[in-house]
């Protein structure tokens, strides 16, 4: 029942009133980032949901488009702005997937929705993670986040899929909460941004 039923009405109802407590707070990111991401402080991207639909993911954008001076994009290190950092390190960009939350994309908690390029590139147990909705946050994030190897992302999201209950979703929730304010897990060593899958 929890999974069928009532995890959609706790996700809309959180997400919905998350959305007005919070929109002092996307507001201040919203301008900061129009400033020094030229006018485009919002990042979209198609990522696959449920069953593997397409959906557009929203995010605050976190780098700027700057390019060399033969038209190829810098490096991510180059290109993330200080308040971009300092959004990324607090996890406000994710604030912004609460829309995609209460339109039914996504929900609060579950596996992390990746690109769709991936989706040929998982084995059949990898692809189960799609069983349902992508999630904000989830048992991977809370587990490594983006510091774990993709196996084992893999095999922590399909952990949650057979293991979805109320209290699970409460502990990751607080879970959360607690990467959030240490700072944990954000990146792989030595990177800005997630190692790229490439299929097992």
């Known amino acids: 029942m929890y999974r069928s039923f009532f995890k959609r009405v706790i996700d809309f109802a959180a997400s919905f009133l998350s959305l007005l407590i919070f929109s002092p707070l996307l507001l201040f990111c919203t301008v900061g980032l129009f400033f020094s991401n030229q006018g ?26 700057k390019k060399d001076v033969v038209g190829n994009l810098l490096s991510d290190d180059q290109r ?7 959004v990324r390190k607090t996890s406000l960009d994710e604030i912004p997937q609460l829309i995609n939350v209460v339109k039914g994309d996504m929900s609060l908690i579950g596996p992390r929705p990746l690109l769709p390029e991936y989706l040929p590139l998982y084995n059949e147990e990898q ?15 809370v587990n490594g986040r983006n510091a774990i190897s993709w196996p084992k992302k893999f095999e922590y999201d399909v952990w949650y899929v057979d293991h979805i209950s109320f209290v699970l979703d409460v502990k990751i929730f607080f879970l959360t909460l607690k990467k959030i304010f240490i700072s944990e897990g954000i990146n792989m060593e030595g990177q800005v941004t997630t190692e790229t899958f490439k299929g097992n």
Not at 80 to 86: A, D, E, M, Q
Request: glycine residues 10%.
């Open 40 to 65: 485009k402080p919002f990042f979209f991207q198609l990522r696959p949901g449920k069953n593997g639909k397409i959906f557009k993911i929203i995010k605050f954008k976190t780098m700027n488009d």
């Open 80 to 86: 993330l702005t200080k308040i971009g950092k300092f």
């Open 127 to 141: 692809r189960r993670r799609h069983e349902v909705k992508p999630g904000i946050t989830g048992w991977a994030q």
